[in-house]
């Protein structure tokens, strides 16, 4: 495989991400561009917000998302939250999940987060295990959410 670049997310990333997408929830219709412009300037202007990305020569193959929070508990130390984990199907199980992962949980430690959240909706066995080799555990906190429709 060629080499692999971790980054932050940019402006022009728009389009490979959203085909990214794909792979996180395929039976979702695909947010309209004016929309997911408009999105996207926000989520990237956000200085709470980053957008990691493993990008390769041909297209971007992982992503994870990671907003810090500021806490007025805890000393004062924020905490982080990972969301929209994806890889693209066909660069699964070459590390490059993890890789974003890794990326996140050091910007969390150097914003001196004192945890990250990341909750997922998968009840697979391997995809358990892969957060847990990626240093999550599970049996933590107890999760509850709202979800709108």
Sequence with gaps: MNEIIIRAATQCDLPAVL?????LHPHEAQLETAA????????LASSFMTVIVAQTADLLASSC????VPNLSRGGR???VIENVVTHAEYRKLGLGRRVLAH????AARADCYKVHLATGSK????????????FERGGKTYFEVRRP
């Design 19 to 23: 085909k990214l997408y794909q792979h």
């Design 36 to 43: 997911a412009e408009r999105v996207w300037t926000t989520l």
């Design 65 to 68: 998302t990671l907003a810090i």
């Design 78 to 80: 924020s905490y982080g």
């Design 104 to 107: 996140a949980l050091d910007l």
């Design 124 to 135: 697979r066995e391997t995809t358990l295990r892969f957060y847990e080799g990626a240093g």
